[in-house]
């Protein structure tokens, strides 16, 4: 029997397990996920898995950890990079998965890691209540030049003509890309706390707001609408399975929402 997938996270957010979940789900991989667990015991497992008492893996810094069979892995875009081709969503040309790879990490570099160094600017180990006024500084900064950066990269890798039809950011050929920069940058309403440009709209909802509405980035609303459609995507954010934004990498302080100066 073929050994199986097991993602090894934290419960009670999507955090960065969340990119590993969409490429499972839209695969219709089947998987085993610490998620259900509660966190106590999620801490236990995760400590375990990054103490390197696994025979044959070094100790790893941080989750989301990825488990099959003997080989345990670490680091979001490594896991994806492992799972892609074998799920067959990393492009069909020689060397795409290079391609592939390289828009994912964009997608997580700027509307993640970057989103999340908004509420905390300072260092992670201090509460955002302890860092605020950075925060709010960092936060002004970002939406003002960050923010149209990033929205006006992918914006331009949809525009180009490489891309012809589409409708992926890779032509035709549907990638896990496609669901990095999905989950990164869908539309959320903050009611019902779905996901934003999912995260990023979560957490700067008025000037994500603002930059939909402007018409400059239609492309890349466009595919984060193509992306939710997808059946075996709509029917997983449809379920219980996916979990609210709530203290991860997206947050929303009410300080932070404001439009670019
Ligand atoms: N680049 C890594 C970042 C991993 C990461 O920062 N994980 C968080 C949880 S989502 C963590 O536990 N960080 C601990 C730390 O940075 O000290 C990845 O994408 O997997």
Redesign the pocket.
Known sequence: MAAPYELI??TGVP???EHVRLILEEAGAPYTDTRPLPMDKCREIVTHYLSGEEQGNPPY????LFKHGDLLI????NILMYLGPKLGLAGSRENDIYRVNALALTA?DGLS?EVHDCHHPIV?ELYYEDQKEESLRRSKEWVKHRLPKHLGYWEKVLKSEDRGQGPWLLRSTFTYADLVLFQASSPITVSTCRPCLDGVQFAFPKAMKQARESGKYDSVFQLWKDVKARPNIAAYLDSDRRQKYDW??YRYYPDNDVLPE
């Not at 810094?61 to 989301?64: G, H, I, T």
């Not at 670490?74 to 875009?77: A, G, I, K, P, Y």
């Open positions: 996270y934290y955090g960065r397990g810094y941080a989750p989301p670490s680091q979001t875009s997580l890691n992670s991860g990498i």
